[in-house]
């Protein structure tokens, strides 16, 4: 089943053409990762995609349903965490429902459950300065996740990250995936990242941003360290290199 639909989706501020008309398909349940260099138009991609910008031309429907600028459709976690650092991870995993109204008993139940599962149990009553780098990651991710949105953009969320936790919060991440069954969009720099993560590898071009290449990814899950010097890792791995260094891409 197609989840999320852009129909020729495209996107200026003033004179500069930030996304081309773009069209994609999304099926449920999927893990898509999205890479292109710097200011190809991604983030504004996902802000689209989320209502927070509407777009100049196209349309974006979720389950059939045309959501151009309204938000509340999606789950959305950036690079920075964005914890707020006078709140313990209890607390910053239920921040949505406090800001859109009253968290209950069942709230912050649901928050020590996916707390617990995900190796966070003990922390509960921790703020986010004694807390590391993969663990404020995986806190606000666990805040995205409780929104309960079968669709969640995630932008670089492991960009900052040094290459150890970044590959254990990658393999953190594929388990919550298989256990939750969401849809993720997954934008990164990091192509081999991209490939070790995803179904789908979609490549975009310098701004002015359009899709260049929809890769199907043929490796196998579930991944291990092992995966990353597979032939056919590295052979999609070359493809998508290619493009994003080729000069007319």
Known sequence: ?????????????????????????????????????????????????AGLLTPDGGDVLVKGERVNGTTGHVGYMLQKDLLVPWRTVEDNITMAKRLTGRVSAADREEARAVARQYGLGDFLRH???????????????????VTHQTLLLLDEPFGALDAQTR????????QVWRDTGRTVLFITHDVDESIFLSDRVIVMSPRPGRVVADFANPLPRPRTVDTLIEPAFIDLKTKVMRLLHREDA
């Open 1 to 49: 089943m197609t989840l999320l639909e852009l129909r020729d989706v495209a996107k200026t501020f003033g004179d500069t053409i930030a996304l081309s008309p773009t069209s994609l398909a999304i099926e449920e349940g999927s893990f898509v990762a999205i890479v292109g260099p710097s200011g190809c138009g991604k983030s504004t991609m996902f802000n689209v995609i």
């Open 127 to 145: 703020y986010p300065t004694a807390l590391s780098g993969g663990m404020r990651q995986r806190v606000a991710f666990m805040r995205t996740l």
């Open 167 to 174: 590959l254990e919060m990658q393999q953190w991440l594929l």
